[in-house]
Nanobody
Framework: QVRLVESGGGLVQTGGSLRLSCAASTSILTFAAMGWFRRAPGKQRELLAIITRGGFSTYVDAVKGRFTISRDTVKNTVDLQMNNLEPEDTAIYYC???????????WGQGTQVTVSS
């Protein structure tokens, strides 16, 4: 089974930035896409950003213009640069992969992001 390890979370003030990283135990080009998700307290996990095998990226409206997903196909990592953070961004952040059409149920431990007002 593919192992995913997220890192880079922390505590920042409103308007600050963080860069999250997801390391996969296999080639990320194996998958149709990689994505970043988050689960805020009391809410369901939500998809934030996707980067496809071809390198195309898409974002949900809540993070568009503030977050940027990128990848390193040599290191097999997928990063999420988060700028202009808001308290509403406080959550545990996870990455996942889509072998073909569906996201897996293989979640890592996540990384906690806390944004103080």
């Amino acid at each position: 089974q593919v192992r995913l390890v997220e890192s880079g979370g922390g505590l920042v003030q409103t308007g600050g930035s963080l860069r999250l990283s997801c390391a996969a135990s296999t080639s990320i080009l194996t998958f149709a896409a990689m994505g970043w998700f988050r689960r805020a307290p009391g809410k369901q996990r939500e998809l934030l950003a996707i980067i496809t095998r071809g390198g195309f990226s898409t974002y949900v409206d809540a993070v568009k213009g503030r977050f940027t997903i990128s990848r390193d196909t040599v290191k097999n990592t997928v990063d999420l640069q988060m700028n202009n953070l808001e308290p509403e961004d406080t959550a545990i952040y996870y990455c996942n992969y889509r072998p073909v059409s569906d996201w897996t149920n293989n979640w890592g431990q996540g990384t906690q992001v806390t944004v103080s007002s």
